[in-house]
C-alpha cells in the first residue's frame, strides 16, 4: 500500500503535467467547488484582501483566463509557449484529517519560439502552498498559493498559470 | 482589431449564472463598451499633452446612486458636493508624459522608461479616507484584473507593443500610424475634441512632444 505522502507527491506531480500538457479543463476540475488560485504580490499577506495580486481568480476567473488562451485574437499565445515545471521539496505543514497544507517548490521553465525575434526563455521559482481537501479517497484543491521569489519586481507577461 | 478582445470574447462565453460568481469588477469589465459605443465616449486633449476620457458613464450629470459611499460624503460635505464629485464622469486620465490617473478605480499608473526597448508599468491603489472598505477592496481587485504581469484583459495588447517595438527596431522604417479620427477631431477651450476611438491624444502627445523639443 502507498504511504499518505507518496499520494500527495504523485498528486502535486500529476497537476504540474496537467498544466505543462495545457490540459486546463482537468487542471479545474482538480479544484473544489469554492477553490481558488492566488499569486499575491507580498510574501507576507496572509488573505488576498491585504494587498495587491499578479492573480487571485475564483473557479470562474480562471474559466474566463483559460477560456482566453485558445480565443482566436490571444496574440499571447502564438505560437503557444511549452513548459517544463519541477515540483520538488514536497512537505505537510499541517494535517487536519478533512484537510491538509503542503508547502512545495516550483521550478518552471517556459520557452516560445518567434519568428519576429529571438526566442523566449525564462524561469519562473516559487514556493507553492496548496490547501487540499480529503474528499472520498481522492485530493481536491481548496486554494494553492504561489509565492515567486520575484514577485515583487518587474514582471512580464504571464497569460498561463503557473 | 480592438484592446481586450480575447479576454472580452472568453468573458462573454459565461452565461448569466456563472457571470453572477465573478468579481463586481470582473462582471463589470464584461459589461465594457463594444468599439461602436467606444466611439461614442469622448476624449479631450490639451495644450500640454494630458488628456481624459469621458461619457463612460453616461454624460457629465449622470444620476448619482445613493449608496453607503454617497450617505458618508453626503453628512461630511453636504449633498450638493457629493453628487458633484461622485457624478463626475471622468474614466482614464493621461498626465503627459508618464502618469496615467483611473479616480473611479482608485489606480494610479506610472509609464517608466527604462531603456529605449524597455517600459515599466508600475500601479498603485489608493484608499480614500473614511469611505466605505468596499471601495478599496474593487480597487485592489480592479488593479489585479487589469494591471498585473497576469492580467487577462492586457496580455494581448502587451504582446502586440512588443512585437511593434521589434518592427521599429528592425530599421525597415515602419511609419507608427496613429491616424485614426484624424480630421474629425474639433478645437474647444484650447484643446482637442475627439470622439472615444480617434487617437488624436497620442498625436496631441507628438505635437507636444515636438513643441517640447524645440520645433515649432
Known amino acids: 500500500m502507498a504511504s499518505p505522502s507518496a499520494n500527495i507527491d504523485s498528486f502535486l506531480y500529476h497537476e504540474a503535467h496537467l498544466l505543462d500538457e495545457r490540459r486546463f479543463e482537468e487542471w479545474l476540475a482538480l479544484f473544489t467547488e469554492d477553490g481558488y488560485y492566488w499569486i499575491p504580490v507580498s510574501a507576507d499577506v496572509m488573505v488576498p484582501s491585504q494587498g495587491l495580486s499578479i492573480s487571485h481568480d475564483n473557479l470562474t476567473s480562471l474559466r474566463v483566463r483559460l477560456r482566453r488562451l485558445i480565443e482566436p485574437f490571444a496574440h499571447t499565445e502564438k505560437p503557444l509557449r511549452r513548459a517544463c515545471r519541477l515540483v520538488s521539496n514536497i512537505a505537510v505543514e499541517t494535517d487536519e484529517n478533512e484537510a491538509i497544507t503542503v508547502r512545495s517548490k516550483l521550478l518552471m521553465h517556459e520557452y516560445r519560439q518567434r519568428e519576429w525575434a529571438r526566442d523566449e526563455d525564462r524561469i519562473f521559482a516559487a514556493t507553492v502552498h496548496h490547501r487540499l481537501a480529503r474528499i472520498g479517497g481522492d485530493l481536491r484543491i481548496c486554494w494553492k498559493r504561489v509565492d515567486l521569489i520575484n514577485s515583487e519586481s518587474s514582471l512580464p507577461l504571464m497569460p498561463t498559470p503557473l | ?216
Open chain 2, 1 to 216: 482589431m480592438y484592446a481586450h478582445a480575447s479576454a472580452m470574447a472568453a468573458l462573454n462565453r459565461l452565461d448569466a449564472h456563472q457571470k453572477e460568481k465573478l468579481h463586481p469588477v470582473a462582471r463589470f469589465m464584461s459589461a465594457a463598451p463594444p468599439p461602436e459605443k467606444m466611439k461614442q465616449l469622448t476624449s479631450i486633449c490639451t495644450e500640454y499633452g494630458h488628456s481624459f476620457q469621458t461619457g463612460m458613464l453616461g454624460g457629465a450629470h449622470r444620476e448619482v446612486p445613493h449608496d453607503d459611499h454617497f450617505e458618508l460624503l453626503a453628512r461630511a460635505r453636504g449633498e450638493g458636493v457629493a453628487r458633484q464629485i461622485l457624478g463626475t464622469d471622468i474614466h482614464v486620465t493621461l498626465v503627459y508624459p508618464s502618469a496615467v490617473l483611473n479616480p473611479q478605480a482608485l489606480m494610479v499608473r506610472l509609464v517608466r522608461p527604462l531603456s529605449v526597448n524597455e517600459t515599466e508599468l508600475i500601479f498603485y491603489v489608493y484608499r480614500l479616507k473614511g469611505a466605505p472598505e468596499r471601495l478599496l477592496d474593487n480597487a485592489r481587485e480592479y488593479c489585479t484584473i487589469t494591471g498585473s504581469p497576469a492580467s487577462f484583459v492586457i496580455v494581448d495588447d502587451l504582446e502586440i507593443y512588443e512585437r511593434c517595438q521589434v518592427l521599429y527596431e528592425s530599421g525597415n522604417d515602419a511609419w507608427v500610424s496613429v491616424d485614426r479620427g484624424f480630421g474629425a477631431d474639433t478645437v474647444a477651450d484650447g484643446g482637442l475634441r475627439t470622439d472615444g476611438t480617434s487617437e488624436g491624444y497620442i498625436r496631441n502627445q507628438y505635437a507636444v512632444w515636438s513643441r517640447f523639443m524645440g520645433r515649432e
